[in-house]
């Protein structure tokens, strides 16, 4: 049902705005926003703050107090039904007296779905569901939870920074730093907008890196994932040495010697068996297991062996290239994506959307390949 009034569009378009604010803190919930309206004035307003707290009808509703009695709710997703760390929402938004309720979103999840939105109509409250640019602007807001909730693994981000003649590296396997400090910066933001970063053994090995967030005012790390098929990361890296104060997954496969595997976790590695013939393959195996541990949304920061088994895995989502203004040449300089791809340019993926806008003097490119 389309929505009546520009007021309408007004208010679940706050709702929405404030949804992004639980980005990061909501995980592996979705991040919801919710605005209460009475008559021409909003009397409350609250958002989905951190995982095991109030949902965001619940702080809205406390917000508006009395004042929500007769008064329309506006929601970014469909309230929930189900008992988990909090009440349900319905059970809320019916004590405090809503008379309708409006949503942008609907939730694909097995114990969610549609189910909200019954009880509510049963109740006698007006619901009315959205449709158009609002709708489509709050299920890519929630991305990630919602592949997550249909299919089992986790949303993949592929992010990497590459020269004017598309390379990420030197013949010499040099890549510091192509893109600026202001992008840099801003894909320590993504990291703690996520659940997990991931790189391949190479990179680990390479440049010894620490995958955390480092940024003033950051309120969570992600745990860092290594696709590592024989157990080789060093016991002395920086992923290693920290995996007693941020988590580190370690994805072998069933190749990896036992000894070096063991040696890994008595060091406070989680180590994750992917099964599988092909990398690609392996690739699934350990997303439908990272699924399983709540992981919803990744960052994929390579190498570009990493980056192509997921490609030809068919698990990448989203990509982010920074474009730098910078030329390497080089036949035997990386690419960002390698693994078998594809044979012909009519079978290679098309983004559904693409946009793009400077980062400093860098370009960012993002391109959505799919949608959830």
């Known amino acids: 049902m389309a929505l009546t009034t520009e007021i309408d569009h007004l208010h679940l378009a706050r709702a929405i705005e404030l949804a992004g604010r639980g980005a990061g803190r909501a995980t592996p919930n979705p991040t919801v926003g919710a605005v209460v309206v009475r008559g021409e004035e909003v009397v409350g ?57 409006v949503v942008a979103s609907d939730d694909p999840s097995e114990k969610a779905s549609g189910r909200g939105l019954g009880i509510l109509r049963d109740e006698g409250i007006d619901v009315v569901v959205a449709d158009g640019e609002l709708a489509t602007r709050a299920r890519l807001g929630n991305q990630a939870f919602r592949k997550h909730a249909r299919t089992g693994r986790p949303w993949v981000l592929f992010k990497s920074a590459m020269t004017l003649d598309g390379k990420v590296a030197t013949p010499t396997g040099d890549s510091k730093w192509i893109s600026g400090e202001a992008s840099r910066h801003l894909a320590h933001e993504w990291r703690a907008a996520v659940d997990a970063v991931v790189v391949g053994v190479g990179t680990a090995l390479a440049d010894d890196p620490q995958l955390t967030a480092r940024f003033d005012g950051v309120s969570r790390q992600p745990r860092r994932i290594v696709f590592d098929s024989l157990a080789r990361l060093p016991l ?55 699924g399983d541990q ?24 989203e990509v982010r290239l920074f474009l730098a203004p910078l030329l390497v040449g080089g036949r035997a300089a990386r690419d960002p994506l390698e693994g078998k791809g594809v044979e012909r340019i009519a079978e290679a993926t098309r983004a559904l959307t693409m946009t793009c806008e400077s980062v400093d003097s860098d370009l960012l490119i993002s391109a959505r390949l799919k949608e959830w």
């Open 45 to 101: 307003e609250g958002w989905h703050q951190v995982y095991g707290g109030p949902h965001a009808e619940v702080n809205a509703l406390r917000a508006a107090g009395d004042a929500a009695r007769g008064a329309t709710l506006y929601v970014s997703l469909e309230p929930c039904a189900h008992h988990g760390h909090t009440p349900p929402c319905t059970e809320a938004i019916v004590a405090a007296g809503i008379a309708r309720v």
């Open 236 to 290: 002395n890296s920086q992923l290693v040495s920290a995996a007693g104060v941020v988590p580190l997954t370690v994805v072998v496969s069933r190749a990896a010697h036992r000894r070096d595997v063991a040696a890994l976790e008595a060091a406070g590695a989680d180590v994750l068996i992917a099964s599988g013939e092909h990398e690609p393959a392996r690739v699934r195996s350990a997303l439908v297991q990272l």
């Open 294 to 317: 709540g992981i919803t949304a990744i960052l994929l920061e390579g190498g570009p062996h990493l980056a192509g088994a997921f490609f030809d895995a068919g698990e990448i989502d």
